[in-house]
């Protein structure tokens, strides 16, 4: 028996035919333009930005190639959500009447391509297990560029010693928070569990990518790898 999605940040994206279909929520109606633009700011996305060059890539490496028709949807969604994964249909939702320029683009398919490759590599419990959750949250925070400083001054959040991790501990709980029906306190205590491991784990950037260009030198450098042979 499949299910029941509810609690799980589902009705942010009303169009989700992997959430109950019985739902009492009124469908939006086809937004054409907004989805041209948005399918538009996504082609340069991936044709263009190095973060989302290398999840690509790294993607077709472990065996979970992504097409641009098949894995993204271009969607109209309640509240401010700008994006999501949907792990049921393995898809990335737009979220096309929040997503208005093409450097949130670039973030937002950074950050849920993240989720996407933890999906693919590891055997996540994205539904009933929040260490999971809270773990590819604070991945994802922590590599796509969400805590960069650019980002964090645009904010009005800066000069906190540690700010980088902060940053990355706050981004991780409010995205909790937004996609299950739980307690701060228990998302708190998650984020807190596996926060030293999650945040330590870099792959497949291998660093932490603070702006494009280290993004490119950690594209390089996977790339790269197992390229030469160690007998020299």
């Known amino acids: 028996m499949e299910e029941n999605r509810s609690g799980h940040g589902y009705p942010d994206f009303p169009e989700r035919q992997s959430w109950d279909n ?14 041209s633009k948005c399918q538009k700011m996504l082609s340069i996305t991936m044709e263009r930005s190095p973060y989302v060059k290398l999840l690509l890539d790294a993607m077709k490496q472990s065996g979970c190639s992504v097409s641009k028709d098949r894995h993204f949807a271009c969607e109209d969604c309640h509240g401010s959500v700008s994006g999501g994964f949907d792990a049921d249909t393995s898809e990335i939702v737009l979220c096309q009447n929040n997503i208005n320029s093409q450097a949130h683009m670039n973030r937002v398919v950074t950050h849920e391509l993240i989720h996407a490759f933890d999906h ?11 260490q999971h959750l809270a773990c590819s ?3 994802a925070a922590n590599l796509s560029g969400d805590c960069s400083i650019s980002n964090e001054i645009s904010r009005f959040n800066f000069g906190l010693k540690q700010h980088h991790q902060a940053c990355v501990r706050d981004r991780a709980l409010r995205s909790i928070m937004a996609v299950r029906d739980i307690s701060r306190k228990a998302a708190e205590r998650a984020v807190d569990e596996v926060f030293t491991l999650c945040f330590k784990d870099y792959e497949p950037f291998g660093r932490i990518p603070h702006c494009k260009k280290d993004a490119d030198m950690a594209h390089r450098d996977f790339k790269n790898r197992n390229r030469y042979s160690s007998d020299i």
């Open 120 to 130: 693919c590599r590891a055997h996540v419990d994205w539904f009933t297990n929040v």
């Open 22 to 35: 019985t739902r009492d929520v009124e469908l939006p109606k086809a937004n054409h333009g907004a989805m």
């Open 137 to 139: 949250e604070i991945r």
